[in-house]
């Protein structure tokens, strides 16, 4: 039990990226007041929660709804994270995401943007609940061997929400404690766990298929 809980955090964690979402909240949020960056904070918090809540519950029922065996979806969710550790070791995840973070910033200059519209996208969706985040969600829940395992990944998607919400708050901070040079030798380095972890989910899904389990 302990080792799958290692593996999920390891897994969330390096997949929503809670530091590195660091640098993208300030660049949405720039020129507002503390107030309205808490407020976005939060509130992108919540609604990444919500989004990832529901497939958490239901990502099981929606596999089989689909007729999408577990193993199946184990090699496509591994090879998906093993596209974003590409992205990461190479750097180009990060500009992925400032261009994101840049086009919503023109966008909602031109629309007047509200804290509300900014919170849900591009923070929420899909910098905190990306594609990928899901994908990993409805892998490590389909993973869970008993009730109690599975309630405790809960506990440990919580523990990266909060990491992310605390990111937000210290955004500032943490962009200074690090620099440019620290953060891209840890992304790249979360990049390789990220790959390792990816890899093993393809060789399960695969070997769960020559077994006939899948």
Same mark, same amino acid.
């Given at each position: =039990?302990? !080792?799958?809980?290692?593996?999920?955090?390891?897994?969330?964690?390096?997949?929503?990226?809670?530091?590195?979402?660091?640098? =993208?909240?300030?660049?949405?949020?720039?020129? =507002?007041?503390?107030?309205?960056?808490?407020?976005?904070?939060?509130?992108?918090?919540?609604?990444?929660?919500?989004?990832? *809540?529901?497939?958490?519950?239901?990502?099981?029922?929606?596999?089989?709804?689909?007729?999408?065996?577990?193993? $199946?979806?184990?090699?496509?969710?591994?090879?998906?994270?093993?596209?974003? +550790?590409?992205?990461?070791?190479?750097?180009?995840?990060?500009?992925?995401?400032?261009?994101?973070?840049?086009?919503?910033?023109?966008?909602?200059?031109?629309?007047? *943007?509200?804290?509300?519209?900014?919170?849900?996208?591009?923070?929420?969706?899909?910098?905190?609940?990306?594609? +990928?985040?899901?994908?990993?969600?409805?892998?490590?829940?389909?993973? $869970?061997? !008993?009730? =109690?395992?599975? $309630? *405790?990944?809960?506990?440990?998607?919580?523990?990266?929400?909060?990491?992310?919400?605390?990111?937000?708050?210290?955004?500032?901070?943490?962009?200074?404690?690090?620099?440019?040079?620290?953060?891209?030798?840890?992304?790249?380095?979360?990049?390789?766990?990220?790959?390792?972890?990816?890899?093993?989910?393809?060789? !399960?899904?695969?070997?769960?298929?020559?077994?006939?389990?899948?």
């Amino acid at each position: =039990m302990l !080792d799958y809980y290692i593996n999920a955090f390891a897994t969330l964690f390096v997949t929503i990226d809670p530091v590195g979402l660091a640098p =993208m909240f300030l660049a949405v949020t720039a020129g =507002m007041s503390p107030a309205d960056r808490r407020r976005v904070a939060i509130r992108a918090t919540v609604t990444a929660a919500a989004i990832l *809540g529901v497939f958490y519950f239901t990502g099981q029922t929606v596999l089989n709804v689909l007729g999408i065996s577990v193993s $199946a979806f184990r090699v496509a969710g591994g090879i998906l994270l093993f596209l974003i +550790a590409i992205e990461m070791i190479f750097g180009k995840r990060q500009e992925r995401k400032t261009e994101t973070a840049e086009k919503a910033v023109e966008s909602s200059d031109a629309h007047h *943007g509200t804290v509300n519209e900014l919170a849900i996208f591009p923070l929420a969706i899909p910098l905190i609940s990306g594609p +990928a985040a899901i994908s990993a969600i409805i892998l490590l829940s389909s993973q $869970a061997p !008993d009730t =109690m395992t599975y $309630a *405790g990944l809960g506990g440990v998607i919580t523990i990266i929400l909060l990491s992310c919400l605390g990111a937000f708050l210290l955004a500032d901070r943490i962009e200074r404690a690090l620099g440019d040079t620290a953060q891209l030798v840890i992304t790249r380095l979360l990049g390789v766990l990220l790959a390792a972890l990816s890899v093993q989910f393809v060789a !399960d899904g695969i070997l769960a298929f020559v077994n006939g389990q899948g």
